[in-house]
């Protein structure tokens, strides 16, 4: 949205400067997008007059100047035709800037005679596109700044442009008036009186104008207009065109012109139609399927009957709200007119809009709502400037429709203003703001004015009164506390945990993932889900039809699509709900990672190996450990279908399932897309128990002084009997002496059952003990490990390899 000063002024009675003017619209909302100020360009510039001009010695079409300047006489080389002597002209001395030609000048020679500076041209100073010749000015003063010439005989040359940016809830801003009213209510002026004076009708206008029944509730309430007869339809006045010039629109004829000065000043946006070519009444309908229209971009446009038209007796002649058809254009020709004035649906009018990509002033406000109660007055204001600007006689107004009711009132509740916008402004003061821009009051229920259709409640009415009493004014405030000390903690301990446990996927190298809750069905389906329980009414695709069960389809996909453009080697991770049915309470939080290809980059010395389970088995229990998950936790095989039989298994306390780890079926990866390996774990947050104490530093370091002892035991065992059996059973000889117990080496396959026998396997431990009062003897020390033989051996079957 473009505006001059000049045409602000037209509304806004005030001597604010432009820089005041465009700090202020940004305050109030209305950013300042660029601000032109030609007379900050200008403001170096002197008047000069030529006493003598003779030809260049060695150009035929330069010539020597003797220019009379305020700092004495200077020499200037000018090839302009019309330097001669007499002119008084626009001096540009050595060290200005010369826009128009993005230079600063300095003393130079030219064909080697020396220049001091140059005569501008309107071009050069960006005045005009005219270059033909040098500045002639009818009179002026030598030495007197350029601006202040301007000022006083162009000041129109000279008018500041400033860009503003509106946001799409405020159409009120889209005509330069809004924007005065707002200046007004912040105290940069006064608004300035808008007087509307019917202009009587002689005569009928001799065309009737009706609305299809169809749209009046939704796409034309109101439709209005008048004939205007015996116009002429020249050029419009040079102040006219000025301003239309000076926002970047081209004058066009002065019909045409109006209906831009008021879409631009009063937010009115308007249509003409050339009488001589309709053909009977004016009828606002649907458009019939296949009917077609030029409009004035000199394009044809194929309709569909969602789209709404003013048609005559031949067919559409405007794209209702839009844009107007070429055959009914107005010309120079144009002696009768019918001038247009009506109310556009904002949804209808979008929706048109963006089907047939047709850009607009017109419909750019009207999809974002002009204001309705002005449509009559607008169209009297309207035809008063025709009748002046290019003669004829109106006909008596012709209408169909009403104006929409816009009527609605809040509560404006002064207390609420602090706790909302933390700003305290006396009642009195917000009283006095929303009147200032048009808001009425009936007690203290304020109603809106009709040209803001964005004010929908009680906020809204608050916020009007910050915005002008400015948001820059807001000063910080602590929150309030209920008692003094140190305030309860914001987050559940939940939310702590699954804090904790993201930091601590991250720091084992995945990355977090986000995905969607929603997922196709085979997908679930795949995951124990896909009922119609967690299935959606109205889903956005038909790839997120259900709830997601788990959070592995998510990964998996995101992992085929990683795989797909190269990325071999993946850990990622995420947390988020899953859900068993469509019912509160019926949904868990879960973290699941996945781990896919190999654990290193390929180096020469081997470091790379795919991943297997125990990988994903070590991930899972440090982020318990990061939880609080009790060490001493059990190991079964009560799997779902989506993980490997014989390569997973649950951490479990007693019944309670804490987490699944293993590699995923092949069947699985096979229909996901993925390329194995593959492992997996996922964690059941709310199914690890809270830690028992709840301390928020670290216990104190237990170290011991005394030498911690390690033995190696290797024991022939039945090929079925698991690892985590046999190390439970040694750590139980002794539980205060023993530390630790792990395994370091299994010997199996048909190598072992050719030593040990059918069915056998080895397994090798080793037992840290760590004494605590005194050093071990050799006697407590192999009394223990007798205690670990046989401890392994009741609960295993095993014996002690030879």
Request: glycine share 10%; proline share 7%.
């Amino acid at each position: 949205m473009k505006l001059t000063l000049s045409w602000l002024r037209d509304h806004l009675d005030t001597t604010a400067t432009v820089e005041e003017i465009a700090a202020a619209l940004t305050d109030l909302g209305l950013e300042v997008e660029s601000l032109s100020d030609p007379a900050a360009r200008l403001a170096s510039f002197t008047l000069a007059r030529v006493t003598h001009a003779e030809q260049h010695p060695d150009a035929d079409r330069l010539r020597v100047l003797r220019v009379e300047t305020n700092d004495g006489e200077k020499q200037i080389v000018c090839g302009a035709p019309n330097a001669r002597a007499g002119l008084v002209g626009v001096l540009a001395k050595p060290g200005d800037y010369v826009p128009g030609i993005d230079t600063t000048l300095g003393v130079g020679k030219i064909r080697g005679v020396e220049s001091r500076g140059m005569m501008a041209s309107e071009r050069e100073l960006e005045l005009s596109d005219e270059h033909a010749g040098i500045i002639e000015l009818p009179s002026g003063e030598v030495g007197q700044r350029f601006v202040d010439w301007l000022a006083e005989n162009a000041p129109e040359k000279i008018d500041p442009v400033i860009e503003i940016k509106i946001t799409p809830n405020r159409p009120d801003a889209l005509g330069i008036r809004g924007i005065a009213r707002d200046l007004a209510a912040r105290g940069l002026g006064t608004l300035t009186p808008l007087e509307i004076e019917p202009v009587p009708g002689e005569g009928p206008a001799g065309i009737g104008v009706t609305i299809d029944p169809s749209l009046k509730d939704k796409g034309c309430p109101l439709f209005a207009g008048r004939v205007i007869r015996g116009v002429t339809n020249g050029p419009s006045p040079d102040w006219l065109q000025r301003r239309l010039t000076a926002i970047g629109l081209r004058p066009i004829s002065a019909l045409v012109d109006i209906t831009n000065f008021f879409t631009y000043a009063l937010n009115r946006p308007l249509h003409v139609f050339d009488m001589a070519k309709v053909q009977g009444d004016l009828v606002i309908r649907p458009a019939r399927q296949g009917e077609t229209l030029l409009a004035l971009d000199g394009k044809t446009y194929t309709l569909r009957p969602e789209h709404m038209v003013i048609a005559a007796d031949s067919g559409p002649e405007s794209l209702a709200g839009i844009m107007g058809g070429e055959e009914s254009g107005v010309t120079g020709e144009t002696t009768d007119v019918f001038l247009e004035s009506a109310y556009w649906d904002p949804i209808t009018i979008a929706a048109t809009g963006r089907a047939l990509r047709i850009h607009s002033d017109a419909r750019y406000r009207f999809e974002r709502g002009v204001d309705p109660a002005f449509t009559l007055p607008g169209l009297e204001l309207a035809t008063r400037m025709i009748l002046d600007l290019c003669g004829g006689t109106a006909s008596e107004v012709v209408m169909d429709g009403a104006v929409p009711d816009t009527r609605r009132a809040y509560r404006l509740d002064p207390a609420r203003f602090v706790n909302l916008v933390g700003m305290d402004i006396p009642p009195e003061r917000q009283r006095e703001t929303l009147e200032a821009l048009g808001f009425t009051f009936e007690g203290d229920m304020a109603s809106p004015p009709s040209w803001r259709p964005d004010v929908q409640g009680e906020a809204d009415l608050i916020e009007e009164v910050a915005r002008i009493a400015s948001l820059t004014k807001l000063q910080g405030q602590p929150l309030s506390r209920p008692r003094p000390g140190v305030p309860q903690p914001v987050l559940t301990p939940q939310q702590q945990r699954e804090g904790a446990a993201r930091r601590m996927a991250a720091a084992l190298g995945y990355n977090e993932c986000v995905t969607y809750s929603f997922i196709d069905r085979e997908s679930a389906r795949r995951f124990g889900g896909g009922g119609d329980a967690v299935r959606l009414e109205n889903p956005i695709s038909s790839e997120m039809t259900h709830l997601r069960p788990d959070l592995l389809p998510g990964l998996l996909a995101a992992a085929a699509r990683n795989q797909a453009r190269g990325a071999a080697d993946l850990a990622l991770f995420e947390l988020g709900p899953v859900f068993t049915g469509g019912e509160p309470g019926e949904q868990r939080v879960a973290l699941s990672g996945l781990l896919v290809g190999g654990t290193a980059p390929r180096d020469p010395w081997g470091s790379r190996r795919q991943v297997d389970i125990y990988d994903a088995k070590a991930d899972a229990e440090a982020i318990l450990a990061t939880l609080g998950a009790p060490a001493k936790v059990q190991i079964d095989r009560k799997l779902d279908g989506w993980w490997h039989p014989g390569r997973a298994g649950n951490i479990a306390l007693g019944p309670n399932r804490l987490a699944t780890f293993g590699e995923l079926h092949p069947r699985v990866l096979r229909e996901m897309e993925v390329k194995g390996p593959a492992v997996a774990f996922t964690i059941h947050l709310a199914a690890v128990p809270l830690p028992k104490t709840r301390s928020t530093t670290r216990p104190a370091l237990n170290a011991s002084a005394l030498q911690a002892v390690e033995r190696d035991f290797a024991f022939v065992v039945d090929e079925r009997v698991e690892a985590l059996s046999l190390v439970r059973a040694a750590e139980g000889a002794d539980k205060q002496l023993i530390e630790s117990v792990r395994v370091f080496d299994q010997f199996a396959g048909e190598k072992a059952a050719a030593q040990m026998g059918a069915g056998k396997k080895s397994l090798a431990i080793t037992a840290r003990l760590q004494p605590k009062d005194r050093t071990l003897t050799d006697a407590e020390i192999e009394a223990v490990s007798t205690k670990i033989v046989e401890k392994v051996t009741k609960a295993t079957g095993g014996t002690l390899r030879q």
